[in-house]
């Protein structure tokens, strides 16, 4: 399908008014669907391992207005849209969303610093969020668009996160189905990578991420100011920039096949895929938690090596502390839940982790409500409580469940 789009007017010729009345009469609809075709196309030529076409494709949607209307929209209907990077701009006006879709382009693009903002993890440790201005958004959102469909049709297929139409949920499902049987793999490799998204070479990127070099390198190099000074970017790639979290998942992507390459290769070195469990390796990766599976602790410390391998080019380790070979009867915790098997029977529950951050997100809320009429304080907890209860409705919770209803009840006549 072939979707014509409108004549494009210089953004100087246009009053307030009229790229207010541009904004308001588009055609969301329209747009999606040009964007949706250009990108199916580009999804399909790199399936193909078509990549003259993929490139020819990318430049026409990186090229698209509909493509960059789609972008500013996007950076400003998310969560961030009222957080402004350095320059302290927030497009908030239809107006102001036009002309920045009119200015959006590749030609002479250069990118401003982040600004540094730290926001606390569940360890208790600080994480640094970089957040990029407006523009830089959107400019990093539209090149999204060209690999967010390259990604999905070459990453691996047992990788769940920042994905179309996959979950947490997903990964789980997958889990389940690799472990609950009477012969599932017994023995499983917890990966950490220590600093993920802080460490991986730019040297990587540059040579791996097929969009643009000039502006993914301006991405990459802009810099950050923190307490007023300016510093350098010379790795990793900032959390905060919509275009990180695709360029985090195509980094890892190709760690299925390196395992594959390892325990499954003929002699000739084609892929032995009538013996893929002989040794019982499934993969299941969420952003950088992953974990392995294998039929012996010998197997498993060959997966570490592999791993550690396919890591050593893009600028990561594996944390010795926190890369772990655990027996499944152990029990191990992957994305909120603690996966365990007794007596054969696999029972996975919400993890203690878990637990205890929801259980200190009710406490903080009933601390601070004092003063709160009872309405208040239940339309305030109760999404905290449905979404924690929904997140775990299908593992094994009722236990789990009483227990954070007792809790509860205890923290509120207390």
Same mark, same amino acid.
């Given at each position: 399908m072939?979707?014509r789009?409108?004549e494009? +007017?210089?953004v100087t010729?246009?009053t307030?008014?009229?790229?207010t009345l541009?904004w ?7 747009v999606k ?5 250009l990108?199916s196309r580009?999804?399909s %030529?790199a399936k193909s ?9 990318s430049r026409?949607l990186?090229?698209?207005?509909y ?6 929209r996007?950076?400003t ?9 350095i320059d302290g ?6 107006a102001d969303k036009?002309?920045?879709a009119l200015?959006l382009?590749n030609?002479?693009y ?9 926001i ?6 600080l994480?640094?969020?970089s957040?990029p201005t407006?523009? /830089? ?6 090149h =999204?668009?060209?690999? @967010?469909?390259?990604?999905?049709a &070459?990453g691996?297929?047992?990788?769940? @996160?920042f994905?179309p ?6 990964a ?6 690799c472990?609950?049987?009477?012969v =599932?793999?017994?023995?499983i490799v917890e ?5 993920c998204f802080?460490?991986i ?9 097929p969009? /643009?070099k000039?502006?993914?390198?301006e ?5 950050y100011?923190e307490n007023y000074?300016l510093f350098p &970017?010379?790795?990793?790639?900032p959390q905060? @920039?919509p275009?990180s979290?695709?360029i @985090?998942?195509m980094?890892?992507?190709g760690?299925e096949n390196?395992l %594959?390459?390892r ?9 032995d895929?009538s ?5 019982k390796i499934?993969?299941?990766r969420l ?5 392995v599976?294998?039929?012996s602790p010998?197997t498993a410390?060959?997966?570490? /090596? ?9 600028g990561?380790?594996l944390s010795?502390?926190? &890369?772990?070979?655990? !027996?499944? =009867?152990?029990g191990f915790?992957?994305l909120?839940?603690n996966?365990r098997?007794y007596k054969g029977k696999?029972?996975?529950?919400p ?9 200190n997100?009710?406490r /903080?809320v009933i601390?601070? %409500?004092?003063?709160?009429d009872?309405d208040?304080?239940i339309q +305030?907890l !109760?999404?905290?409580?449905?979404g924690?209860?929904q997140?775990?409705n299908?593992?094994? =919770?009722?236990?789990?469940?009483n227990?954070?209803d ?8 207390s």
């Amino acid at each position: 399908m072939n979707v014509r789009e409108p004549e494009i +007017t210089s953004v100087t010729e246009l009053t307030d008014k009229e790229l207010t009345l541009r904004w308001k009469s588009i055609d969301w609809k329209r747009v999606k669907e040009a964007v949706n075709n250009l990108q199916s196309r580009i999804a399909s %030529a790199a399936k193909s391992g078509n990549w003259k076409t993929v490139n020819k494709l990318s430049r026409l949607l990186t090229r698209s207005f509909y493509a960059k209307l789609l972008s500013v929209r996007k950076v400003t209907t998310n969560k961030g849209s009222r957080t402004p990077g350095i320059d302290g701009v927030i497009w908030s006006s239809s107006a102001d969303k036009m002309r920045a879709a009119l200015q959006l382009t590749n030609k002479g693009y250069r990118a401003k610093p982040l600004t540094r903002k730290y926001i606390l993890k569940k360890s208790g440790k600080l994480r640094p969020l970089s957040i990029p201005t407006m523009f /830089d958004r959107s400019m990093q959102t539209l090149h =999204s668009l060209v690999l @967010g469909p390259i990604e999905s049709a &070459t990453g691996d297929k047992t990788s769940f @996160g920042f994905k179309p139409y996959r979950s947490t949920k997903d990964a789980y499902a997958y889990l389940h189905l690799c472990l609950s049987k009477k012969v =599932s793999p017994e023995w499983i490799v917890e990966g950490d990578i220590k600093a993920c998204f802080d460490e991986i070479s730019h040297n990587w990127i540059l040579d791996n991420i097929p969009i /643009d070099k000039r502006i993914l390198k301006e991405f990459l190099k802009a810099g950050y100011i923190e307490n007023y000074h300016l510093f350098p &970017t010379e790795k990793g790639t900032p959390q905060g @920039g919509p275009i990180s979290p695709i360029i @985090g998942n195509m980094t890892l992507n190709g760690l299925e096949n390196a395992l %594959a390459t390892r325990f499954y290769s003929r002699s000739d070195g084609t892929i032995d895929k009538s013996h893929r469990n002989k040794h019982k390796i499934n993969y299941v990766r969420l952003a950088d938690d992953f974990v392995v599976t294998a039929d012996s602790p010998g197997t498993a410390l060959e997966i570490i /090596d592999v791993i550690q391998a396919f890591l050593d080019p893009r600028g990561l380790k594996l944390s010795e502390e926190k &890369t772990l070979v655990t !027996n499944i =009867s152990e029990g191990f915790n992957f994305l909120g839940w603690n996966f365990r098997k007794y007596k054969g029977k696999l029972l996975p529950k919400p993890s203690k982790d878990s637990q205890k951050e929801v259980i200190n997100k009710i406490r /903080d809320v009933i601390h601070k %409500a004092k003063a709160w009429d009872q309405d208040r304080l239940i339309q +305030t907890l !109760n999404p905290i409580i449905r979404g924690w209860s929904q997140y775990h409705n299908h593992a094994v =919770s009722s236990v789990v469940f009483n227990k954070l209803d007792e809790i509860v009840y205890n923290m509120l006549i207390s």
